[in-house]
């Protein structure tokens, strides 16, 4: 099974500021890697898939680079609806797809 | 409008078996994978397993293969989640999310499933 990590688990930011989040994989994923974004009592929003497009409706501010093991989710200027709890999943494996445990983004 | 709509909060108690569905419209219901999603409370995501309704093509994650049943009635573009006999270590919210090549864009509301004596 592909092991997906992120980092920070937790990160403070304040609104305006530039968010990076990171995201390793085991093995590579080629670039068949997604974000999502998850608020509280919501259902998981598709941000970025193969690892750098943008779903349909997110705003130019969320971006998503790398390829093979490494990957990045970058928040250009965080806006309050923003902090949220960001998490990464490969879809490299369809034995079994796998996501990250998650970055909480939160208000400095 | 592409809508999944899952079925309602359920509460057992250990040792009981339980079906849970996810109806799709708006959309072709055999052209796209489905997949299942738990979250534990307080806790992350997890990969359970995908279906194609077409062919009932299923993919279990290895933490999750003999522990549920993933399955689909394309005649009724519903998808379920089941399984024989639940543990307390199955409460959680599950999601059904319709999946493209992999990555997933829409997502049912979530169905609660709480395992309690």
């Known amino acids: 099974e592909i092991v997906m990590t992120q980092s920070p688990a937790t990160l403070s930011v304040s609104p305006g500021e530039r968010a990076t989040l990171s995201c390793r994989a085991s093995q590579s994923v080629s670039s068949n890697l997604a974000w999502y974004q998850q608020k509280p009592g919501q259902a998981p929003r598709l941000l970025i898939y193969g690892a750098s497009t943008r779903a349909t409706g997110i705003p130019a501010r969320f971006s998503g680079s790398g390829s093979g093991t490494e990957f990045t989710l970058t928040i250009s200027s965080l806006q309050s609806e923003d902090f949220a709890v960001y998490y990464c999943?490969?879809?490299?494996?369809?034995?079994?797809?796998?996501f990250g445990p998650g970055t909480k983004v939160d208000i400095k | 409008e592409v809508q999944l709509v899952q079925s309602g909060a359920e509460v057992k108690k250990p040792g009981e078996s339980l079906k849970i569905s996810c109806k799709g419209s708006g959309y072709s219901f055999t052209s796209y994978w489905i997949g299942w999603v738990r979250q534990m409370p307080g806790k992350g995501l997890e990969w359970m397993g995908i279906i194609y309704p077409g062919d009932s093509d299923t993919r279990y994650s290895p933490s999750f293969q003999g522990q549920v049943t993933i399955s689909a009635d394309k005649s009724i573009s519903t998808a379920y989640l089941q399984w024989s006999s639940l543990k307390a270590s199955d409460t959680a919210m599950y999601y059904c999310?319709?999946?493209?090549?992999?990555?997933?864009?829409?997502w049912g509301q979530g169905t609660l499933v709480t395992v309690s004596s």
């Open positions: 999943q490969q879809y490299n494996n369809w034995l079994g797809f796998t």
């Open positions: 999310a319709r999946c493209g090549s992999g990555s997933c864009y829409y």
